[in-house]
Every structure is written in C-alpha cells, then in structure tokens.
C-alpha cells in the first residue's frame, strides 16, 4: 500500500513509521489493490494523535486515535480503521450471498388463427380428432444453501472506558471513536453498557 506521512510538532521516528506501515498493509489485504493512505501525526497539548485516511476504489475509511504516546494512539487509529474495513467486506460478502428471484417460465403469445384454416382437433371431413394442447409449465429454482461466514473474534480492550463520564459524554466517546459497545462508570459509581443495535440505534443499558 502507498502510505504518505505528515507530522505537525512531533517527529517520526523510523519504529513508528514501521509500526504505520505493518498496520496498514493488514487492511490493504483486507481492502483489495490498488488501496492508498494517509497518516497525520500531530501534538494537542498532552494528546497525541493519529488521523488515518485509506482511499480503496470504493470505499474509504477514516479513523482516529489519541493517547499519551503515539505509538499508543497510532495502534487505536489502526484498530478503529481495522474494524471498519471488516465491516465493510462482511456486508460486501452478505450481497453477494443474497439468493436471486426465482425465474417463471410464461405462456407463449397466442397467435391469432388464419382465415380459412381448421380449428385444431377438427378434421376436414368434420369428425373430430384428438387435438394436441400445448401448456406452459412453471419452472422454479431454489437457492443452495447459504453458507456461513465465521464471525471475527477480535480482543479489545478500548472497550472498557478507563475514567467515569456522563452518558452523553459516552455517546460523543463512542462516535468518536467508532465503537459498537462501550463499558463505563459515572460519577457516582453506577456501571453501564452503551452497545449500537442493528438499526443503528444506540441503547444504554445499566447493569445491576
């Protein structure tokens, strides 16, 4: 993957550029060809931060990360733009896998008669014979079976948030951070579970 680096108030050193680099080639795999990227280091006060932005040829991801250290928030901006990319080829996999309708043979048009010429099963000298009836038969196809995709099985810790915040603080938190789950404290102790449902929703539930 071609990775373009810039640095705002911080240096680069070479095990961070190599550590970018690692990350980046495991959603290139992901991704496909032809994927590019771009990798904004910066200082905010005591935050650092890294901005990641992958262009691929249809979809492009960007991601963020802030920590006491760069390598630190480096390693956050990869996950978060990991997951994404995951996401993005499990939905490509779920229309693909997605069975077509199934095909209906119709009756043939019907031709109108000729002047003059006998109706079908009539002979000539006006005795009856048997007629040949053509009928149209429906054809249905039915789909194999839908295979399933084993589900990714990732171990993260982000989503345990380490100080106590408000919920609205935790919603802003989750965004930010492009998380489906999140486990925090408020500030009196009472421990809650912030997960995003399937509509897109985010639900909060408080754990007894």
Same mark, same amino acid.
């Given at each position: 993957?071609?990775? #373009?680096?810039?640095?705002?108030?911080?240096?680069?050193?070479?095990?961070?550029?190599?550590?970018?680099?690692?990350?980046? #080639?495991?959603?290139?795999?992901?991704?496909?060809? /032809?994927?590019?990227?771009?990798?904004?280091?910066? $200082? *905010?006060?005591?935050?650092? =931060?890294?901005?990641?932005?992958?262009?691929?040829?249809?979809?492009?991801?960007?991601?963020? /990360?802030? $920590?006491?250290?760069?390598?630190?928030?480096?390693?956050? $901006?990869? *996950?978060?733009?990991? &997951? *994404?990319?995951?996401?993005? +080829?499990? +939905?490509?996999?779920?229309?693909?896998?997605?069975?077509?309708?199934?095909?209906?043979?119709?009756?043939? !048009?019907?031709?109108?008669?000729? +002047? /003059?010429?006998?109706? #079908?099963?009539?002979?000539? &000298? /006006?005795?009856?014979?048997?007629?040949?009836?053509?009928?149209?038969? !429906?054809?249905?196809?039915?789909?194999?079976?839908?295979?399933?995709?084993? !589900?990714?099985?990732?171990?993260?810790?982000? $989503?345990?948030?380490?100080?106590?915040?408000?919920?609205?603080?935790?919603?802003?938190?989750?965004?930010?951070?492009?998380?489906?789950?999140? =486990?925090? +404290? &408020?500030?009196?102790?009472?421990?809650?579970?912030?997960?995003?449902?399937?509509?897109? *929703?985010?639900?909060?539930?408080?754990?007894?």
């Amino acid at each position: 993957m071609e990775v #373009e680096f810039t640095a705002r108030q911080v240096s680069v050193p070479k095990g961070l550029r190599s550590q970018a680099e690692e990350g980046l #080639e495991r959603i290139a795999r992901i991704l496909g060809k /032809g994927a590019r990227a771009s990798v904004v280091l910066r $200082a *905010q006060r005591h935050l650092q =931060i890294a901005e990641l932005t992958i262009k691929a040829r249809v979809q492009t991801i960007e991601a963020a /990360g802030k $920590a006491d250290t760069l390598e630190a928030a480096l390693r956050i $901006a990869i *996950q978060h733009a990991e &997951n *994404q990319a995951l996401k993005y +080829r499990d +939905r490509q996999y779920e229309r693909k896998r997605m069975p077509k309708l199934d095909k209906v043979l119709t009756a043939p !048009p019907v031709v109108p008669a000729k +002047r /003059g010429a006998q109706p #079908e099963g009539v002979h000539e &000298n /006006g005795k009856l014979t048997r007629a040949k009836v053509k009928t149209a038969i !429906p054809v249905h196809s039915f789909p194999a079976s839908t295979a399933f995709v084993e !589900p990714h099985v990732l171990a993260s810790a982000e $989503a345990i948030a380490v100080k106590p915040m408000t919920i609205e603080e935790a919603v802003k938190d989750a965004e930010f951070r492009d998380k489906d789950l999140l =486990i925090f +404290r &408020n500030r009196a102790g009472d421990l809650y579970v912030l997960h995003r449902r399937r509509d897109g *929703q985010m639900e909060l539930v408080e754990v007894p």
